[in-house]
């Protein structure tokens, strides 16, 4: 939800707040949403109770509450301006409708958007199903194309709905993540690097560990 919002409501100034670098543009480049809520006012059933998690952070029942309602919801501020969105929802979701995100990428190509469904089939609200090669694959790849814009001869996928196969065994991340340079820190740290220069090293090295990558900005 928030990750939709923040894609479609990136440039609406009201919602900016006092505090934080408002000179800066709060708009982003690309937009992965994973099985989000995208209209509070359609989501029905439990979700309309007093207590639902979309009561709660609108601050009162969904039913009573129709103007902070259509505020929360991203599918409210979609326009020509938003960027790209790759979505993945399962089909068996029961905590979040998969129409949310059928009705959200109609509204987003109806403006002119770039938008992609990736139907999990059989998948609920998350689950391994996410995590397959493939669609890490596609979700690499969008962020290849929208970020860096270096992969011209590979295809991603664009303005569809496309369909993938539940697994029936969990795919560990570290088995199928690909290859990265990162920055090598600790020459640099100690000093032992000429001009700060950063060292590489690939990930490759680490897979099936689960490492933590910490990132700098900057050296003084």
Not at 27 to 48: A, K
Not at 81 to 96: A, T, Y
Not at 180 to 206: A, I, Q
Not at 207 to 214: A, H, L, S, T
Request: aromatic fraction near 6%.
């Amino acid at each position: 939800h928030l990750v939709a919002m923040l894609g479609t409501a990136g440039d609406v100034k009201e919602l900016e707040g006092k505090e934080g670098n408002l000179d800066q543009s709060s708009q982003v480049q690309c937009v992965v949403d994973l099985y989000g809520p995208t209209d509070f006012s359609t989501m029905g059933g439990s979700h309309s109770e007093p207590n639902s998690p979309e009561s709660r952070l609108i601050g009162g029942p969904v039913t009573e509450n129709k103007d902070k309602v259509q505020r929360a919801s991203p599918i409210t501020y979609i326009s020509k301006n938003c960027p790209p969105f790759l979505i993945l929802h399962g089909d068996k979701d029961k905590v979040v409708a998969y129409d949310q995100s059928v009705v959200f990428l109609e509204a987003l190509k109806k403006a002119g958007i770039d938008a992609t469904l990736i139907t999990v089939k059989e998948g609920g609200h998350g689950g391994p199903g996410f995590t397959t090669g493939e669609n890490e694959k596609q979700i690499e790849l969008f962020f290849e194309k929208h970020l860096k814009n270096t992969a011209p001869d590979k295809k991603q996928p664009e303005g569809s709905t496309r369909i993938t196969n539940q697994p029936t065994t969990a795919v560990a991340l570290g088995e199928t993540a690909p290859d990265f340079e990162l920055p090598r820190l600790d020459s640099c740290l100690k000093g032992n690097s000429p001009n700060n220069t950063l060292e590489t090293v690939k990930l490759s090295s680490f897979r099936g560990k689960q490492p933590v990558v910490v990132l700098f900005s900057s050296f003084t």
